[in-house]
C-alpha cells in the first residue's frame, strides 16, 4: 500500500507543477488559479512528507504531520468538490483531471487517516 500512497502524492505533486506552469498568461484572474495550483503543490509536497516519515519508529514524531496532512487533503478535496459543483457535470466531464484530482486527494486522505501498520 505504501507504493500506492508514494504513487498518488507524486501524481498530486506532478499535476500541481503542471497546473501552476498551464496558467494562461492572458487571463486576468490569472493569480487565483496560479494559487489554487500552488495550494495543491502544499498539499502534495505535505503528503509526499508523510509517506517518507510514515515509517519512523516514534509516531510522537510525525503526529503533527498526519495532522496537517487531513487537513489540507480534506480542505482540498472540499474544494475539488465545490468547484465539480460549481461547473457542473458537463463541465466536469470536459475536464477529467478535476475528478482525478479529486479521486487522488480522497486517497491520500484515507492513507493519511490510517494508522501504521
Given amino acids: ?13 506532478i499535476l500541481a507543477i503542471v497546473a501552476c ?14 494559487g489554487t495550483g ?6 502534495a509536497m505535505l503528503n509526499v512528507l508523510r509517506v517518507r516519515n510514515d515509517s519512523l519508529v516514534n509516531d510522537r514524531l510525525v503526529r503533527g504531520l498526519k495532522l496537517f496532512c487531513v487537513t489540507a487533503n480534506v480542505a482540498m478535496l472540499l474544494f475539488v468538490a465545490a468547484l465539480m459543483a460549481s461547473i457542473g ?6 475536464n ?5 484530482v479529486g479521486a487522488l486527494l480522497l486517497v491520500e486522505t484515507v492513507f493519511s487517516l490510517r494508522k501504521k501498520a
Fill in 96 to 100: 477529467p483531471l478535476v475528478p482525478l
Fill in 21 to 34: 506552469l498551464l496558467v494562461p498568461r492572458t487571463y486576468t484572474g490569472r493569480i487565483w488559479i496560479f
Fill in 89 to 94: 457535470k458537463s463541465r466536469t466531464l470536459a
Fill in 38 to 43: 500552488l495550494a495543491l503543490l502544499f498539499t
Fill in 1 to 13: 500500500m505504501t507504493l500506492v500512497d508514494r504513487l498518488c502524492a507524486g501524481t498530486i505533486f
